[in-house]
């Protein structure tokens, strides 16, 4: 089963760092806002550089350099593609549905880029599925770590 992992990463911007193990590394997107249960919201997803699954479960304090600043484990889980195809060429492609099994996130979301470059933009959405729910606001309402409890103001 390939994990995913969601960051909160308190670097020069607040955000959401989401990685997707994807053959063997976990593929990365900045997104400022974070995930919502809204199917009509999409969230801004800038791709970055992959990084390794050892990163995935680093919480604490980067020191200084890029990325200088606090990061917790904001949720964690295991995801399925919902791709007829590997999930490796529907992200090549720039559209791929998944499945995430997490602490906080259940449920179908989409990952579509909606604009190419050096840093490739795309959205993220959830699907409009049984655990979407418009009434939820879960980066304000679950802050805590899932692996220490400890909100990231608190590291
Ligand atoms: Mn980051």
């Known amino acids: ?21 994807v053959d063997g590394v976990l593929r990365s997107w900045a997104v400022p806002r974070g995930p919502s249960t809204d199917p009509a919201e999409r969230r801004l997803a800038v791709e970055v550089e992959d990084h390794s699954k050892r990163w995935g479960r680093f ?18 889980g295991t995801y399925e593609s919902l791709e007829d195809r590997p999930i490796a060429e529907a992200l090549a492609d720039g559209h ?16 579509h880029r909606w604009a190419e470059g050096s840093k490739p933009k795309w959205f993220l959405r959830t699907l409009d599925d049984e655990e979407a729910d418009t009434d939820r606001d879960l980066v304000a309402g679950l802050p805590a770590s899932v692996v220490s409890g400890r909100r990231i103001d608190e590291l």
């Open 1 to 21: 089963m390939a994990e995913f992992v969601v960051q909160q990463h308190d670097a020069s911007t607040l955000h959401y760092d989401l990685r997707i193990e």
């Open 96 to 111: 791929a549905k998944v499945w995430f099994e997490g602490s906080k996130l259940h449920g179908g979301w989409l990952l």
């Open 59 to 76: 919480e604490g304090r980067i020191r200084s350099g890029y990325g200088k600043g606090a990061v917790i484990v904001w949720d964690r």
